[in-house]
């Protein structure tokens, strides 16, 4: 059974910052590509960043340059590093993978941003 499992989310002032964690089982992590994801109340769930088996990442515009994702094959975790957070950050971000044609999701953690 896949599942994952976010942290670190709570309450920041803006410009500050905050890093999520979520941590994978039930698959041979070092092979899997990850996401992030976000979703604001009333609005769509958009992507956040990707992170892939290679360390290679990519990110929406709306993050890019301050938004890092980086993985720990050793403890099976991802981690987005958000700085110079903006009160439009505010969501909650739940991490993803696929795993044998179906999309996993994890609970989320709440971020929220005040301005």
């Known amino acids: 059974q896949v599942l994952l499992r976010e942290s670190g989310g709570g309450l920041v002032q803006n410009g500050g910052s905050l890093r999520l964690s979520c941590v994978a089982s039930?698959?041979?992590?070092?092979?899997?590509?990850l996401g992030w994801h976000r979703q604001a109340p009333g609005k769509e769930r958009e992507m956040v960043g990707l992170?892939?088996?290679?360390?290679?990442?990519e990110f929406a515009d709306s993050v890019k340059g301050r938004f890092t994702i980086s993985r720990n094959n050793v403890r099976n975790t991802m981690y987005l590093e958000m700085n110079n957070l903006k009160p439009e950050d505010t969501a909650t971000y739940s991490c993803?993978?696929?795993?044998?044609?179906?999309?996993?999701w994890g609970r989320g953690t709440q971020v929220t941003v005040s301005s």
């Open positions: 993803t993978t696929t795993h044998r044609s179906r999309q996993f």
């Open positions: 992170i892939f088996s290679n360390h290679s990442t």
């Open positions: 039930g698959i041979n992590f070092r092979l899997y590509a």
